[in-house]
C-alpha cells in the first residue's frame, strides 16, 4: 500500500521523489530523511510517507504543514 500511494501522489503532485520511511528504513536514513524534509519546506514542495510506527522512535518533523493519517 505505502508503494502505491507513493506513486499515486508523485503523479498527482508531479513530484520526482517521495521518501519513505518504514520499518526497513535505517535509522541512519530516517534521520537523514527528516533532515531533508526540515530544510526544503517552504522552498519546494516536498511529501514524505511515514509509517507511524517506525517514526514513532524520536523523529519529528515541526515542519509539516498537513498531516494524514491512513489507515488500512
Known amino acids: 500500500m505505502q508503494y502505491r500511494l507513493i506513486e499515486l501522489a508523485r503523479a498527482r ?3 520526482s521523489r517521495i ?3 518504514n520499518g ?3 535509522i541512519t536514513r530516517r534521520q537523514a530523511i527528516a533532515n531533508g524534509f526540515q530544510r526544503h519546506l517552504g522552498v519546494d514542495e516536498a511529501i514524505d ?3 507511524p510506527k517506525a517514526a514513532g522512535t524520536g523523529l519529528t ?3 509539516a504543514n498537513h498531516i494524514t493519517h491512513l489507515s488500512r
Request: glycine share 0%; charged share 20%.
Open 13 to 15: 503532485f508531479r513530484l
Open 19 to 21: 521518501d519513505l520511511i
Open 24 to 26: 526497513h528504513t535505517p
Open 49 to 51: 510517507l511515514v509509517r
Open 61 to 63: 518533523l515541526t515542519a
